[in-house]
């Protein structure tokens, strides 16, 4: 399920060249986690969708905020 907000919030970014991390930038700002939380959360979920049997290739986010 984390998956599928994550993707649905990332779809909410503004346009742009390169899709925007929003998701990441939330987790960061509206959750007050750390930079070092939101960088293992974002490797868990990429292990993750890399382990299921359909998974598609995540495109490559442009980092929205710091």
């Not at 382990?51 to 929205?64: C, G, I, R, T, Y």
């Amino acid at each position: 399920m984390l998956l599928e907000m994550r993707n649905r919030i990332n779809r909410l970014s503004p346009p742009a060249p390169q899709p925007l991390d929003l998701f990441s930038c939330l987790l960061r700002h509206r959750l007050k986690l750390s930079v070092g939380e939101v960088a293992r959360i974002k490797d868990s979920l990429q292990m993750f969708n890399s382990k299921l049997p359909n998974a598609s290739p995540e495109p490559e986010l442009a980092q929205l905020c710091s």
